[in-house]
């Protein structure tokens, strides 16, 4: 099976522009099963949230390649949202069975 990420472009929440200043930031795999990687994402935050607009999960990203474990999540669909200085951008990822 390959892997193909995808990129996101970061919005600026003031103007609501594309904030072009930044790098892209790529999520992958998505669907995962228990762990995604965020590359290009060092420096923001990352806030998790449920369907249901519960936050799930929040933490600084220190490294230019992240590996997030989320195995103790549910099946389901999560809401990612990265942000820094004012720059953010949410993105639907989906956690499915590891079966």
Do not use: W
Not at 6 to 15: A, R, T, V
Not at 32 to 47: E, H, P
Not at 71 to 90: H, M, R, S, V, W
């Amino acid at each position: 099976m390959q892997i193909h990420p995808f990129y996101i472009n970061c919005i600026d929440k003031e103007s609501a522009n594309p904030a072009f200043n930044i790098p892209s930031i790529q999520i992958y795999p998505n669907p995962f099963t228990d762990q995604i990687y965020l590359i290009g994402a060092d420096g923001f935050t990352l806030t998790v949230f449920s369907e249901k607009g519960k936050t799930i999960h929040i933490q600084k990203i220190t490294k230019p390649t992240e590996i997030i474990r989320f195995d103790q999540l549910d099946t389901g669909l999560y809401l990612f949202n990265i942000e820094k200085n004012g720059i953010a951008t949410t993105v639907k990822v989906l956690k499915k069975n590891t079966r």
